[in-house]
Each structure stands twice: as structure tokens, then as C-alpha cells.
């Protein structure tokens, strides 16, 4: 089995757009087939795989893969390369991403051979992964900068980014309050108009997690042999409002105080002056392991969305995972509230 047949399902893209898809159209976690040994072939002598961490906004992209005539963050990261070696790469995502998700941290590897630009044919040795971070980047922020890399590692040359990783972690933002959604936010959150009870989603949290047959949370169209999946954590968390200015009480408060006893500030009853807008509520739905369903996450968020504002109970929630059926879950998340968070490795400490 080839690389392009393992990635999975293909999106239906109108290619004289030169906008991402609206968000009704977006995908996640469009790695959902089973996990399986990868097929690599080793590169031949002279040439250097690199993990490369990257973290882009989504809604820039028509998603992570590379596609014809659509601009990816695939494609972005081998054109960045390709002017910095001087000759094309294939770059390779550990996590599939689709139009209007974000990525904090997403992970690929690309296989670089150092070529001589005065002497043509003379194979030089590997350039340092500190030199790639950076030259890479170079080309990437000349243009969009929308996609920038975080972080790079040498890495043997049979080390794939999606079948070695161990686990991955998604965060998924809401904003709640019945405001308009912030310039500042657009294309990041959910906004949710409703008042949410983060006490009942955290109890929903609990029935989802561990070991299941997660068919309810499984959109059409997946790949994966498999409806079982083990979810490790699922939690929701409040947190301030992004981007946060703390005001002069607030900074006030602040001071003398640990971390763990500052409150999450909440404008909702609280007077605001005029000009000044009303922040809303900000929760942090987390969710990891090692694989996910397509569209597994957003199905989720959908549910505790739906407990957080009343429409469900918790009880609702095991009815709903026991029906194995995705009809019975609500209406799934959009996309532009979905991070890649962090791809888990077993990987030995980075030389200093």
C-alpha cells in the first residue's frame, strides 16, 4: 500500500476557488483508518530525514494534504524547502487537517539531501536541524507566514511521523455570551450564544472516556476498520478570553497571588465602560489519544455543547454512545474551534 493511498479520504474541492472551504464543508482528524506498520522505503545513503513541528492557521489553508491547485500547508512547507535545498521534497503529516483547523503543533518528516550548489553531484553532510528551523522558516514568513516551524530533529531514516507517534492531543475553543464574536476571534472559536454549565459537561466528559465502541461519534465516510478507540482524556477546562488585557483592578487583584488562585475573569457581571467590550466565557475541551474517528472530536464537542446549554443531560450522553449510531448525536462542532495540539513521541533528548 502506497503513502497517497493510506492517507484516507479525499476532500471535494471547488478548484477555482481560491478561498478554504466554508466550514460546513471541514474535516479533523482526517487520519481515521486503523494504524498499521508504515511501508517505508530507506533513502540512500547521503540523505537526512527531519521531524519538522509546524503550527498554522487553518483557515488560511484548504487543509494540511497536498492537493491540485489548492494551496496546502503540505505544499507550502515543499516550496519552503524546495528553495532552500534546491530541489523537491515529499513532505509527510503525522495528522491529516482539513480547512478551518488550526494546528498548534503538527508533525511531518522529509528526507534532505544535501547537495554541492558549486560542485553539482557532490553529496555534502546533513545540515544541522537548527540551520533547517531556520531557513525554512526564512522562505515560509516571505510569504503568507501563516505556517511557521517550531521545531526540527534528526531522526533515523525509518522514522515516520504518523506511525510512530504514540499519541495526539486536540483542544477545541468556545466562546460563550451573547455578544458578537470579536474581530479577534473570527475563524478561531465556536461562538456559542448560550450560557454553558461547565460543571455537566465535565460529568459528560467522564461517560466518554476510556475504552469504546465510539460508532456514534464516527462520521460517514470513515476508513477505519475499526470503531473502537480508547480515549484517554476528555476534560473541560474555563480559561480567560484570548487575547486577555487585564485591567488596573484586575492587575491589582493579581498581585501576591499564585497562579492557581486567580480567578478566570469574567465581564458578565461586571460593569464595563463605554467602548470597552464585554468579554465572553472561554472553555478549553481537551481531548487525547492515540487515534481518533473521522470527525470523532467535533462530534464530541457537539455533545458536550449540547449538556453545557441544557439540551442534553449526562445520562443523554451514555444513551447516545450506546446507540452506536452518529444519527443520535447532535449536530457536530465547526471547524474553526479544532487545534492539533501536540503528536507524542518516543524520541531521545535533543542534543544540546
Same mark, same amino acid.
Given at each position: 500500500?502506497?503513502?497517497?493511498?493510506?492517507?484516507?479520504?479525499?476532500?471535494?474541492?471547488? $478548484? $477555482?476557488?481560491? /478561498?478554504?472551504?466554508?466550514?460546513?464543508?471541514?474535516?479533523?482528524?482526517?487520519?481515521?483508518?486503523?494504524?498499521?506498520?508504515?511501508?517505508?522505503?530507506?533513502?540512500?545513503?547521503?540523505?537526512?530525514? !527531519?521531524?519538522?513541528? =509546524?503550527?498554522?492557521?487553518?483557515?488560511?489553508?484548504?487543509?494540511?494534504?497536498?492537493?491540485?491547485?489548492? #494551496?496546502?500547508?503540505?505544499? *507550502?512547507?515543499?516550496? %519552503?524547502?524546495?528553495?532552500?535545498?534546491? &530541489?523537491?521534497?515529499?513532505?509527510?503529516?503525522?495528522?491529516?487537517?482539513? *480547512?478551518?483547523?488550526? *494546528?498548534?503543533?503538527?508533525?511531518?518528516?522529509?528526507?534532505?539531501?544535501?547537495?554541492?550548489? #558549486?560542485?553539482?553531484?557532490?553529496?555534502?553532510?546533513?545540515?544541522?536541524?537548527?540551520? =533547517?528551523?531556520?531557513?525554512?522558516?526564512?522562505? +515560509? &514568513?516571505?510569504?503568507?507566514?501563516?505556517?511557521?516551524?517550531?521545531?526540527? /530533529? $534528526?531522526?533515523?531514516?525509518?522514522?515516520? %511521523? /504518523?506511525?510512530?507517534?504514540?499519541?495526539?492531543?486536540?483542544?477545541?475553543?468556545?466562546?460563550?455570551?451573547?455578544? *458578537?464574536?470579536?474581530?479577534?476571534?473570527?475563524?478561531? %472559536?465556536?461562538? =456559542?450564544?448560550?450560557? +454553558?454549565?461547565?460543571?455537566?459537561? &465535565?460529568?459528560?466528559?467522564?461517560? +466518554?472516556?476510556?475504552?469504546?465502541?465510539?460508532?456514534?461519534?464516527?462520521?460517514?465516510?470513515?476508513?477505519?476498520?475499526?470503531?473502537?478507540?480508547?480515549?484517554?482524556?476528555?476534560?473541560?477546562?474555563?480559561?480567560?478570553?484570548?487575547?486577555?488585557?487585564?485591567?488596573?483592578?484586575?492587575?491589582?487583584?493579581?498581585?501576591?497571588?499564585?497562579?492557581?488562585?486567580?480567578?478566570?475573569?469574567?465581564?458578565?457581571?461586571?460593569?464595563?465602560?463605554?467602548?470597552?467590550? #464585554?468579554?465572553?466565557?472561554?472553555?478549553?475541551?481537551?481531548?487525547?489519544?492515540?487515534?481518533?474517528?473521522?470527525?470523532? =472530536?467535533?462530534?464530541?464537542?457537539?455533545?458536550?455543547?449540547?449538556?453545557?446549554?441544557?439540551?442534553?443531560?449526562?445520562?443523554?450522553?451514555?444513551?447516545?454512545?450506546?446507540?452506536?449510531?452518529?444519527?443520535?448525536? #447532535?449536530?457536530?462542532?465547526?471547524?474553526?474551534?479544532?487545534? +492539533?495540539?501536540?503528536?507524542? !513521541?518516543?524520541?531521545?533528548?535533543?542534543?544540546?
Amino acid at each position: 500500500m502506497t503513502e497517497n493511498q493510506k492517507h484516507g479520504l479525499e476532500l471535494s474541492i471547488d $478548484s $477555482s476557488s481560491q /478561498r478554504p472551504l466554508k466550514i460546513g464543508k471541514t474535516t479533523d482528524e482526517l487520519f481515521h483508518g486503523d494504524e498499521e506498520e508504515a511501508e517505508t522505503m530507506n533513502p540512500k545513503p547521503g540523505i537526512q530525514r !527531519y521531524l519538522v513541528a =509546524v503550527e498554522y492557521i487553518g483557515t488560511r489553508f484548504y487543509g494540511s494534504q497536498q492537493q491540485p491547485n489548492c #494551496r496546502t500547508v503540505v505544499g *507550502a512547507l515543499e516550496e %519552503a524547502f524546495q528553495k532552500f535545498i534546491g &530541489q523537491p521534497v515529499s513532505v509527510f503529516c503525522s495528522s491529516r487537517t482539513d *480547512a478551518g483547523v488550526h *494546528a498548534l503543533s503538527n508533525v511531518c518528516h522529509v528526507d534532505v539531501e544535501r547537495i554541492s550548489k #558549486r560542485k553539482p553531484g557532490e553529496v555534502l553532510p546533513p545540515h544541522e536541524p537548527g540551520v =533547517v528551523h531556520k531557513a525554512v522558516n526564512h522562505f +515560509l &514568513q516571505k510569504h503568507e507566514g501563516d505556517v511557521t516551524v517550531v521545531d526540527v /530533529r $534528526s531522526v533515523p531514516n525509518d522514522f515516520h %511521523a /504518523r506511525y510512530k507517534a504514540q499519541e495526539r492531543t486536540y483542544f477545541y475553543r468556545l466562546v460563550s455570551g451573547p455578544e *458578537a464574536l470579536s474581530s479577534f476571534e473570527k475563524d478561531r %472559536a465556536w461562538h =456559542v450564544p448560550e450560557t +454553558l454549565n461547565i460543571g455537566a459537561m &465535565q460529568e459528560a466528559c467522564k461517560v +466518554l472516556v476510556g475504552h469504546h465502541d465510539f460508532s456514534s461519534f464516527r462520521a460517514a465516510g470513515c476508513q477505519a476498520n475499526s470503531p473502537i478507540r480508547t480515549l484517554d482524556e476528555l476534560n473541560v477546562c474555563e480559561v480567560a478570553s484570548t487575547p486577555y488585557f487585564p485591567t488596573s483592578m484586575e492587575r491589582k487583584q493579581r498581585q501576591g497571588k499564585e497562579e492557581s488562585e486567580i480567578e478566570v475573569p469574567c465581564s458578565e457581571t461586571c460593569e464595563v465602560g463605554f467602548g470597552i467590550r #464585554r468579554r465572553h466565557r472561554c472553555f478549553v475541551v481537551t481531548a487525547r489519544a492515540r487515534s481518533f474517528l473521522y470527525h470523532q =472530536v467535533r462530534l464530541m464537542v457537539g455533545v458536550l455543547k449540547a449538556v453545557g446549554s441544557g439540551d442534553l443531560t449526562v445520562g443523554d450522553v451514555g444513551r447516545i454512545l450506546e446507540a452506536k449510531n452518529v444519527s443520535s448525536a #447532535r449536530p457536530m462542532a465547526p471547524a474553526c474551534g479544532l487545534y +492539533l495540539g501536540h503528536v507524542k !513521541y518516543d524520541l531521545p533528548p535533543a542534543p544540546h
